[in-house]
């Protein structure tokens, strides 16, 4: 039987205020802040600008989910056309980008873009791979959801090490911002106190597997690296009337309990009870529009099903839209005053571009743990074994700088095995059932040196579907990068060798496309010198005091660590700063 499920209670608040158009009421009124973007941190900045009092007008491309239609990941694969594999021809033609993440598949596909719609150009030899979420939520549907603090071996890298810049801002300054996202939306975790990847306010661990506690043992004695569970935004206990996980371990497809954060069943629905959020959908914006004075007064938007133009008046505008789309609106918002675009009168914009290598594939299987017995299975996540080198202790490796982390997950192996398993019949099932092997894989993340020749600007000729100007996106990875994937490659063999792991696939050799990670972040980057950085350590553009820029666009480095909890964190802290200067009467 399929089973049958109702909304989440929190987003049929929301999707109940969704305005599919704008009202005419809408369109003539001036709003107090005018928010582009409603993933994790438009969401974000809506909850607590709306909490304080803040009217906001919320516009998002993308059209909203409804879970009912949307989510699947109750769906078993004969209940699909496909059976699981999807339209190959169709993902083919539609989303042939999109479709080499491995996310988007026959289940999911519909939470990533149309490429077709939303192209962009890459010079030959740098390619790019840009995955895109367009609905209310964005890529908080279908992200990972790992978790971590940045610590001030990020913020404070260019202080070590001489590379780069500083952040404006320290750990200290943003951890009540963390503790505030983690206690509203939901962290698991093991506290471990370890200074470069510093603990969040956890709910219960989910537990390592039989094969990760193997590995804990054994890389710990050998190596003295820590190997723990991974912090995950997945409720392991009730928070704020979400239920916890019941382990389904399908989170890149919805979730009907709204046991992992998303936007639109956490922040966006907290926004909505206020009474003061206005989220108009399928409002795809161009540009933000500039007084004569060099104020901005409102942002031009184009409907994505009709195509007409429209506008809508602001106090504030804030860029939310995920760091490449921020960027290219800002690029976009040209004119008299600013010529090539708000926030770039120094030529800093769309530059410093950065998203993690990885070498992917490492691994093997655990021989001692081919067992008859079955493990429990569904636990959404894996183990890290977090950055080592160039931190604390006594790893130092002199031919790069910064570090990396290791992860990955162990688990037994039921359905290859059985696909690999010839026969058929009893026998088959016997051989497939009292042989399940045991399977570990690693992988490992880097830091990106955030580089000048890493950057975006307008595509001179190349439009989207909506006539808005496509990003070139220009970048590669250098002689850090390279360096470090060499370290990678070493210590990942020696894990292998220290785990005895057999039927082993050796690390890719060379790294991940630039993009694959997703972890995009960069292009407009926060300082305290107006010369040389876009916003100020409140995310506020240095030229244009009411525009805001709240995504990973601000980051000035990036760590090995995922960026979505930092975001959310700078996302809060700019919000209230935001609504006491609107509170002064100074923006
Ligand atoms: C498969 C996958 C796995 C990931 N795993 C992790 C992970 O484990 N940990 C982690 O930290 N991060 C992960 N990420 C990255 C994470 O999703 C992003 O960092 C995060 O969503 C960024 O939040 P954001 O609000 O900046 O952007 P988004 O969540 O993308 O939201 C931006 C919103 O702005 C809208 N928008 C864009 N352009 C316009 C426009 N012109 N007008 C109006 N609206 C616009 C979009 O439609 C979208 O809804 C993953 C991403 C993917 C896809
Ligand atoms: S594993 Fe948990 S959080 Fe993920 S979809 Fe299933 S119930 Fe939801």
Not at 96 to 113: G, I
Not at 185 to 204: A, K, M, N, T
Not at 301 to 327: F, N, P
Not at 418 to 431: H, L, Q, Y
């Amino acid at each position: 039987m399929i089973p049958t499920f109702t909304l989440p209670l929190a987003m049929n608040d929301l999707l109940s205020m969704v305005h599919s158009r704008i009202t005419r009421a809408m369109a003539t009124k001036t709003y107090d802040v005018i928010v582009v973007g409603s993933g994790a941190s438009g969401g974000w900045v809506a909850k607590e600008l709306t909490e304080k009092g803040v009217e906001v007008l919320m516009l998002e491309a993308g059209p909203p989910r409804v879970p009912t239609r949307d989510f699947t990941e109750h769906i078993w694969p004969y209940q699909l056309k496909y059976r699981g594999f999807g339209n190959q021809k169709k993902l083919l033609v539609d989303q042939p980008v999109q479709r080499l993440c491995y996310a988007c598949d026959d289940y999911s596909h519909q939470f990533f873009v149309n490429d077709h719609e939303h192209p962009y150009t890459f010079p030959a030899d740098k390619p790019f791979m840009w995955i895109r979420g367009r609905q209310v939520g964005g890529k908080t549907f279908c992200w990972a959801r790992v978790s971590y603090r940045y610590s001030d071996f990020e913020f404070k890298a260019a202080s070590r090490d001489g590379y780069g810049q500083d952040w404006p801002i320290t750990y200290k300054e943003l951890e009540p911002y963390y503790e505030r996202v983690e206690n509203y939306i939901g962290i698991s975790g093991s506290y471990e106190g370890l200074p470069q990847l510093p603990d969040s306010r956890f709910l219960p661990p989910m537990r390592l597997s039989c094969g990760e506690l193997v590995a804990k043992e054994i890389v710990e004695k050998k190596f003295g690296w820590k190997l723990i569970v991974d912090r995950s935004a997945n409720l392991t206990v009730p928070v704020n009337g979400r239920p916890a996980c019941h382990y389904c371990d399908q989170c890149q497809r919805g979730c009907f309990t709204a046991s992992y954060f998303n936007s639109p069943s956490v922040t966006l629905p907290a926004a909505a009870r206020t009474g003061r959020l206005h989220l108009v959908s399928d409002a795809v914006v161009s540009h933000v529009i500039m007084t004569a004075e060099g104020k901005a007064a409102g942002v031009a938007y184009i409907d994505r099903s009709t195509k007409a133009a429209r506008e809508v008046r602001g106090k504030i505008i804030v860029l939310a839209a995920s760091a490449l789309e921020s960027t290219r609106i800002l690029l976009n918002s040209r004119s008299p005053r600013f010529p090539n675009g708000v926030g770039n009168s120094q030529s800093v914009l769309g530059h410093y571009l950065m998203d993690h290598t990885t070498l992917e594939q490492g691994g093997g299987t655990m021989a001692p743990l081919r067992s008859a017995v079955r493990e429990p299975v569904g636990r959404p996540c894996g183990y890290i074994i977090p950055k080592y080198v160039n931190t604390v202790g006594p790893y130092r490796n002199k031919n790069f700088l910064r570090g990396y982390y290791f992860a990955g997950d162990g688990r037994q192996e039921v359905y290859g095995h059985a696909f690999s398993t010839p026969g058929f019949g009893r026998e088959f099932r016997d051989k497939v059932r009292s042989q399940i092997p045991y399977s570990f894989n690693v992988y490992a993340q880097g830091e990106c040196l955030p580089r000048h020749d890493n950057y975006v600007t307008l595509d001179p000729e190349k439009k989207d579907a909506w006539g808005i100007p496509a990003l070139h996106i220009h970048a590669s990875y250098g002689e850090n990068e390279h360096a470090m994937a060499k370290a990678m490659r070493d210590h990942l063999g020696e894990i292998m060798d220290a785990l005895k792991l057999e039927d082993r696939t050796p690390p890719r050799d060379e790294l991940n496309i630039f993009g694959k990670n997703i972890h995009e972040c960069g292009t407009a980057r926060m300082g305290n010198d107006a010369n040389t950085s876009v916003v100020n350590a409140y995310n506020q553009v240095h030229d244009v005091k009411n525009v805001f820029v709240t995504d990973g666009a601000c980051f000035v480095t990036q760590g090995c660590s995922e960026p979505t909890l930092t975001i959310m964190a700078i996302s809060a802290r700019a919000a209230d700063y935001i609504a006491e200067q609107f509170r002064k009467g100074e923006l």
